[in-house]
């Protein structure tokens, strides 16, 4: 059964979602959607409902998990990824189309306001999570540290790393990162204690040692 996603006019069916509770909004943000092939009528109306200034939510409900939930309209833009399904006849409705939306600060380390990580590509989270440090930050990184940064983040507790909701058909697996964790410390108290190699080795104590003054 999938997931599905609705506004005051349309319905549409959910391969994937991820969704996280923000202290911003109030309220629960849509970080990932993916769409079996719909039509594009459809998945117009509800990225309209997403980006709209309006206060009135979207229902997500997942009968798997026999739940639902208020989306808030997150007021800007997502980035929109939209292939045509040539396999799939062409109807007055047009043609079908393959979809998927993706919160901005996913993957982006520079937005102010904590970033995501999503476990796609065939890569884990702790991957990814590594390979975006490399690439958009100046600390350090090697891609096997990433099951030990994760650790860490999480050890810092939920106002620092929280994981997302997610389910449907194809569940991904993802987590929120806040704009100031000190990735620079946990990198340096791993080199210092051995549990990060330079070998690109990680090794993930019973208790991680997290400097006091980021303790929460």
């Known amino acids: 059964m999938f997931a599905t996603i609705r506004n005051d006019s349309v319905t549409a069916e959910l391969l994937s979602y991820a969704f996280i509770y923000t202290k911003e909004s109030k309220g629960n943000e849509l970080v990932w959607a993916e ?6 009528k459809q998945i ?27 989306i808030q309209p997150l007021k ?28 901005p600060n996913v993957g982006k380390t520079d937005t ?7 476990d796609r590509f065939g890569h884990s989270p702790a ?6 440090l490399e690439h958009h930050t100046s600390c350090p ?10 650790a860490a983040a999480q050890a810092l507790g939920t106002t620092f790393c929280n994981k997302l909701t997610t389910g449907s058909q194809f569940p991904v697996e993802g987590y929120w990162f806040a704009g100031d964790i000190p990735w620079k410390d946990i990198v340096a108290t791993g080199v ?11 090794f993930i104590p019973a208790e991680i040692p997290i400097k006091q003054e980021v303790v929460v």
């Open 35 to 40: 769409f079996p092939p719909s039509y594009p």
């Open 44 to 70: 117009a109306a509800i990225w309209a409902s997403l980006v709209t200034n309006s206060a009135k939510s979207l229902t997500l409900a997942d009968g798997d998990k026999g739940k639902s939930w208020n």
């Open 76 to 103: 800007r833009a997502y980035r929109r990824f939209v292939v045509d399904c040539p396999n799939l006849g062409q109807t007055r409705q047009g043609q079908p189309k393959f979809a998927r939306l993706v919160h």
């Open 112 to 118: 102010g306001q904590g970033f995501f990580i999503l």
């Open 127 to 132: 991957e990814l999570l590594a390979a975006t």
């Open 141 to 150: 990184m090697m891609v096997g540290w990433g099951e030990y940064m994760l």
């Open 192 to 202: 210092e204690k051995g549990y990060l190699t330079l070998e690109g080795n990680s």
